[in-house]
């Protein structure tokens, strides 16, 4: 269920954190590259009360090391589902998941950073002290992290907000802050659910830029889960369309577009046409699911 | 450093000078400023809470005296060792004030050591049985009994048992005091957002961690809520005890004023009752305030 | 699972493979669920009556008495029992309807008055604090011996709780329904008798339910200080002439009341509120 690869830019070798400047020129992403995350007939089923529920179905999908992938589609399809298994929160029915070739069994790989909806900011704890909560359970040295969680607060342009509580920070702040702490423990895969999904459309257009400029400057493997087509198409290498009852993969979409990304790429036709397909194929589960299949 | 969409704007950037529109093509200024504007509502607000501030607390003031005078009265009716007033109250307070000042510290002292021992054990058993599922399924149905019967109940049988002195007092009083705090603790500790605890599982935190970092903190409103409601429980208690094992305390004071039909000494104690149970109670609130502030967790005033 | 191993011929066959796991699981974590708290809690109640014989063990009998001392007790010393049962049933009955029926009215009546509500509230948050228990001697001085005493005090602390629950509730109305029905023209009796009443249920009844546990104990502590009739008073009576056996049995006596008392008004709660669809959903 894999589409073969398209030759689609990758990030830059060197990393702002490294010191150095980023080169403006990428290695493709190619047949050469890795597999960073690697699912083998994933299915998921689980009783919720009355309700029986086959979330998953037959999950079979790479993504390559530093590949920018989304994955839309309807409430319930089963996304962030998963999202969750890849992160080990959740345990599979049937299948593997492997991320850097190591199983995926339980949570608490130092090699994931997470971000959820709703930030999870600890409301008693300072954005940098915040920040440093993976650095913390890790048991990494404290100057260190601290050093790179400044760098980090820098990146995501909140420095000077260090000991400013989240209940005192907007919502695009707060995602901010929930992203450099994904990276404080410098993990080389980010799954991202729905980080975006609670703020307002100019505030979540301003991240999307941002996102973009982050993963410039800190390259990884990054899993996206979103419902906005738009923002899925304007982020990715790829995109994952999953259909609902039961979850699985409709299809794999190229972006045919180069990153880095901006703002006047949301014109293109390749653009356009991208998120045409996108929207054809979620049209089609509708109408497959009205003909009673 | 580049500028951001939700940076929040700062006045500094709004111009002084009157803003114009256009009214059918013709340029119209406007007579007033942002900052006019501003400042004319602050002061509204400003000065119709000073208003308010005084009329309120003027009523309040007016209600006190009116319950007071009301009291005088009402008490003038009758006998001063049926139903003595506010006068002979304090004069029943001056003449027993020997007995009241010694009652009134064995009480605070009983209720300070109860609600302690209290809360201790009802933080301890909360965390323990919060965190355990299978113990809440088991301890349940206790739990619920516990709560549905007096416990003050048990005073006779906890005063026959332990005697006449402090004991029994702290005994009660903790054993009351720790319902309130348990339950809360265990509410607080299990009601935790749901990505918070999906955040600490993805970072592998051990579930000593998770408890000390997230859910303990995350409990502490409820803990604080609880506690409020432990030194109510054990000033109440403590009280009840010493009416059932008189001879130390207020309580004891009040039931040797009654034996001696001397009711202006039982209102004076109960005045020096009011203000240990006032003392107390405002004193746990200032703690509430002072560590729900250390750690954020206060809520905005609604 | 090895993913080669999954080789079914239809989704028909797949669903029902996990359907059937999952049911069975689900099966015998209940049945586990259920074995765990049955053993669990006759092991409670086995420790607790094994902890009271060694504890009257070890003291005299005339200060702990053994179980099987209080069972005697209370079936010899049953005619003294029933005689005091109804005295303190209808001590904590009366006083929770008056309580109630003066904590719900006044509460409706000061939430009307947005600066009543205000004025009052230092005194509602100071009676909080204050132990109104200690008014009992007061109280039985002041209106007897009698049922009215009692009656009196169960009613005083019965009455606080649900004034503020009621005052709490009624202000605690969803913005958006109190525009619509703004909207729609109504009155203050209307928004009053079709909206903020019903939000109101939820806590009042909880203030029934603390409401009842605190009539319970009002009627108890006057029985204490009264000493004349009652579970409460013989109680007492039975501490002092140290019948301890009897002192125990009373205990269990009251206890099965009190319980009984807080299980009806639980039950009234489920039933009010499941009328009106407002139970708080399970969490």
Redesign the interface.
């Known amino acids: 269920m894999d589409r073969s690869e398209s030759v689609t830019q990758a990030p830059p070798a060197a990393t702002i954190l490294d010191g150095r400047e980023p080169s403006g020129h990428r290695p493709p992403v190619g047949a050469a590259s890795r597999v960073a995350i690697r699912c083998?007939?994933v299915?998921k089923?689980?009783?919720a009360g009355e309700r029986?529920v086959?979330a998953l179905?037959g999950i079979s999908v790479d993504v390559r090391e530093r590949e920018f992938v989304s994955i839309v589609g309807k409430s319930g399809c089963g996304k962030s589902t998963l999202l969750?298994c890849i992160?080990?929160?959740l345990p599979v029915?049937?299948?593997?998941i492997a991320i850097d070739g190591e199983q995926v069994s339980k949570?608490?790989?130092?090699d994931?950073g997470?971000v959820?909806?709703?930030?999870?900011l600890?409301?008693?704890r300072t954005a940098l002290e915040n920040i440093l909560?993976?650095a913390?359970?890790?048991g990494l040295p404290r100057q260190q992290v601290e050093a790179r969680a400044r760098q980090l607060l820098r990146l995501v342009?909140m420095?000077g907000f260090e000991h400013q509580?989240p209940?005192q920070l907007?919502?695009?702040?707060q995602q901010r802050i929930a992203i450099a702490r994904a990276l404080v423990h410098d993990p080389s895969v980010l799954l991202m659910d729905e980080p975006f999904g609670a703020l307002d459309a100019?505030?979540r257009?301003?991240m999307n830029l941002?996102l973009m400029r982050i993963w410039e400057a800190t390259p990884k493997t990054v899993v996206f889960v979103t419902h906005d087509l738009q923002e899925a198409a304007f982020l990715s290498n790829r995109v994952i369309v999953m259909s609902a009852r039961?979850g699985t993969i409709q299809e794999i979409v190229d972006v045919p577009l180069p990153h880095p990304r901006d703002r006047d790429m949301l014109y293109r036709p390749e653009f356009v046409a991208t998120v045409k397909r996108l929207r054809d194929l979620l049209t089609a589960q509708r109408e497959g699911s009205r003909d009673g299949a | 450093m580049a500028q951001t969409a939700d940076r929040p704007s700062s006045l500094s950037t709004f111009s002084v000078a009157p803003a114009s529109h256009l009214v059918d093509g013709r340029e119209v200024t406007s007579t007033i400023t942002r900052r006019e504007l501003e400042e004319r509502e602050i002061r509204t607000v400003r000065a119709r809470r000073r208003r308010e501030l005084i009329t309120h607390n003027a009523a309040r003031v007016a209600v006190f005296i009116a319950v007071l005078v009301g009291w005088h009265l009402l008490a003038g009716r009758y006998d001063s060792n049926l139903l003595p007033g506010p006068l002979q109250t304090y004069a029943g307070l001056v003449r027993g004030w020997k007995l009241i000042s010694a009652g009134a510290s064995a009480t605070l002292v009983e209720i300070g050591l109860g609600f302690g021992l209290g809360v201790f054990g009802g933080l301890v058993l909360g965390s323990i049985i919060g965190v355990s599922k299978t113990m809440q399924g088991v301890l349940h149905p206790f739990l619920v009994l516990y709560q549905a019967v007096p416990k003050t109940g048990l005073a006779p049988m906890i005063v026959l048992i332990l005697g006449f002195g402090i004991l029994p007092k702290v005994v009660l009083a903790a054993m009351t005091a720790v319902f309130p705090v348990l339950e809360n603790t265990i509410i607080g500790v299990q009601r935790v957002e749901e990505d918070s605890q999906r955040l600490f599982r993805v970072l592998g935190a051990s579930p000593a961690q998770t408890y000390f970092k997230l859910r303990l903190i995350n409990a502490l409103p409820y803990i604080m809520t609880g506690l409020r409601g432990a030194i109510v429980l054990a000033t109440v208690s403590v009280v009840v005890t010493e009416f059932v094992a008189g001879r130390i305390g207020l309580g004891a004071v009040m039931m040797t004023g009654y034996a001696q039909l001397d009711t202006p000494m039982v209102f004076g104690a109960l005045l020096a009752l009011t203000a240990i149970g006032l003392a107390c109670y405002f004193t746990v609130c200032l703690v509430e305030t002072l560590v729900l502030r250390w750690f954020n967790l206060e809520l905005p005033a609604s | 699972m090895a993913p080669e191993t999954l080789v079914h011929t239809s989704d028909a066959d797949l669903y029902r493979h996990f359907y059937d796991h999952e049911v069975r699981e689900q099966a015998r974590r209940r049945r586990q669920a259920r074995i765990v708290n049955l053993i669990g809690r006759s092991v409670i109640v086995a420790a607790f009556l094994g902890l009271w014989t060694a504890v009257a063990a070890v003291y005299p009998p005339i200060i702990v008495p053994s179980p099987a001392a209080t069972w005697r007790a209370l079936v010899t010393e049953i005619g003294t029992l029933a005689q005091n049962t109804p005295p303190t049933l209808l001590e904590i009955v009366l006083g929770f309807l008056a309580g109630s029926a003066l904590g719900v009215g006044l509460g409706a009546l000061v939430a009307q008055s947005r600066w009543a509500e205000i004025v009052l509230r230092p005194y509602i948050v100071v009676s909080q604090a204050v132990p109104k228990i200690a008014l009992a001697p007061i109280l039985v001085i002041l209106l007897g011996y009698g049922l009215t005493s009692k009656v009196a005090l169960a009613a005083l602390i019965a009455f606080f709780p649900l004034l503020e629950n009621t005052i709490a509730g009624l202000r605690r109305v969803d913005l958006d329904s109190l525009r619509l029905l703004q909207s729609l023209g109504a009155t203050r009796w209307q928004i009053f008798t079709k909206l903020r009443a019903f939000c109101a249920l939820p806590l009042v009844f909880a203030g029934l339910r603390i409401a009842a546990v605190m009539a319970t104990l009002g009627a108890i502590v006057a029985e204490f200080v009264a000493g004349n009739r009652g579970l409460g008073a013989l109680l007492v009576v039975s501490m002092g002439t140290f019948s301890t056996p009897l002192l125990y049995a009373t205990m269990v006596v009251l206890t099965a009341l009190a319980f009984s008392v807080y299980l009806l008004a639980t039950w009234l709660e489920r039933k009010a509120l499941h009328r009106y669809n407002l139970a708080a959903p399970r969490a």
């Open positions: 083998r007939d299915h089923f689980y009783l029986s086959y179905k969750h992160a080990g929160l029915s049937h299948g593997e949570p608490g790989r130092r994931i997470l959820f909806q709703t930030s999870a600890l409301r008693w909560l993976p913390e359970m890790f342009e420095d509580y209940n907007s919502g695009g702040m100019q505030t257009e301003t941002e039961p």
